[in-house]
């Protein structure tokens, strides 16, 4: 699950960390409310504009901007809200903008006293599932361009947390000089900041909290200025009780696994050991998967629909395999459910290969055979002749 960065900020302030001050809005009139409150409040002659979406790279992408009157903050937000946002890391459409965080510059001389003081570091903890322990990775540089930064190893620094120790005053010692922070009263402060952020990071049972930037103001306080915080979906039981008291919500609106991928064959099927396999065929014979979709055990026609209508929507698919081994989630339910997406985008031009096994298998098959809807419709035995036929439909492409 991932976090908006204004939840983010709740988080750390929970945890004794200083943000800047925000306030989240989801109109126009209520950015100019907000900015009104802040240019009191903070006494700062500029405040920040911030997209709130699930996506990195907003500032290169015109998510983030600087406001400096009432006129432009009503302008500025109003540019933004209910638009569409396109970075690096969203989908070509982009998402959409339904709120934004209208926070004060930290980057003002009230702060920095001097912006040519300005020093930015990039921090992050997360999993490393490999090692199985949690790591610490920063960087002397920070900002947007941590991407270009990241891919030389010499400006990371990594640290290894002991799962059962955990995070040690000597290694925020290591990390704060890798940081060149000698400074005794920065090298406090720094303390108390990691030691604070890995406490939140462990408490949440967060898999990542990304700093990106934080900065030192000249009397060697840290502010976050962006952070990027992502839970485990299995332990949010756990503190549902500490995110509803922050009015975070958890919502599970979707019943499978639906990943996009850079490829040319859609697929389906219930379970991910099987939807593996299929990946793996269908590389084997050529094509690229398209997408991980996998419809799980208890699927019933409304999931397989939703689910199915996620693939018709992908321009770069080519073919579609159905791999259905039917057990709890019925052959028939399956094919019901994708007739029904058929129905909403008829005529369906894209061939559409079918294997199923398994109960009601004849069924699925017969409700298949009567269908209009769609051009090309194979149906396959085994996963050798369902590979024939996807390399045959590519190679006549």
């Known amino acids: 699950m991932n976090l908006y960065e204004y939840q983010g900020r709740e988080i750390l302030k929970n945890f004794s960390i200083f943000v800047p001050n925000g306030i989240i809005v989801s109109s126009p009139e209520e950015a100019v409310k907000a900015a009104k409150i802040l240019f009191k409040k903070t006494k700062n002659k500029s405040l920040v504009i911030k997209s709130q979406i699930h996506a990195g790279g907003r500032g290169k992408s015109g998510g983030i901007q600087i406001v400096k009157n009432i006129n432009d903050v009503y302008k500025k937000s109003k540019n933004i809200l209910g638009k569409y946002l396109v970075t690096p890391q969203t989908p070509k459409k982009g998402l959409i903008v339904k709120k934004i965080l209208l926070s004060e510059d930290i980057y003002s001389e009230s702060y920095l006293n001097d912006k040519k003081l300005i020093k930015e570091y990039y921090l992050s903890i997360m999993l490393n599932r490999n090692i199985k322990k949690n790591i610490v990775i920063c960087s002397k540089e920070g900002g947007v361009n941590i991407e270009e930064i990241s891919e030389n190893p010499k400006k990371l620094y990594i640290e290894e947390i002991n799962p059962i120790l955990g995070l040690q005053i000597f290694q925020i010692k290591k990390i704060g000089f890798f940081l060149e922070m000698y400074n005794n009263e920065l090298l406090k402060n720094f303390y108390f900041f990691l030691k604070n952020l890995y406490k939140a990071y462990t408490y949440i049972n967060s898999t990542l909290i990304e700093i990106n930037p934080f900065i030192k103001t000249f009397n060697n306080e840290i502010i976050p200025v962006d952070v990027k915080i992502t839970l485990d979906d299995n332990a949010i039981p756990r503190i549902k009780n500490y995110l509803y008291k922050l009015n975070i919500t958890h919502k599970k609106n979707k019943n499978f696994n639906f990943i996009k991928l850079k490829g040319n064959v859609g697929c389906m099927v219930n379970g991910a050991g099987l939807a593996m396999a299929t990946m793996d065929m269908i590389k084997s014979c050529g094509g ?94 085994t996963l050798k002749d369902s590979s024939n036929k996807i390399r045959e439909i590519l190679y006549n492409y």
Request: a positive charge; hydrophobic letters at 40%; aromatic letters at 8%.
């Open 288 to 381: 690229e998967p398209a997408n991980f979709l996998d419809i799980g055990g208890s699927a019933d026609e409304n999931i397989v629909k939703e689910s199915f209508l996620l693939i018709l929507k992908d321009k770069s698919v080519k073919v579609i395999l159905i791999n259905i081994y039917g057990g709890i989630v019925r052959c028939d339910t399956v094919v019901k459910g994708i007739l029904e997406s058929c129905k909403i985008n008829c005529p369906i031009n894209i061939p559409i290969i079918f294997r199923l096994k398994g109960t009601n298998e004849k069924n699925a098959k017969d409700f298949i055979s009567r269908t209009n809807y769609i051009s090309s419709i194979y149906i396959t035995d």
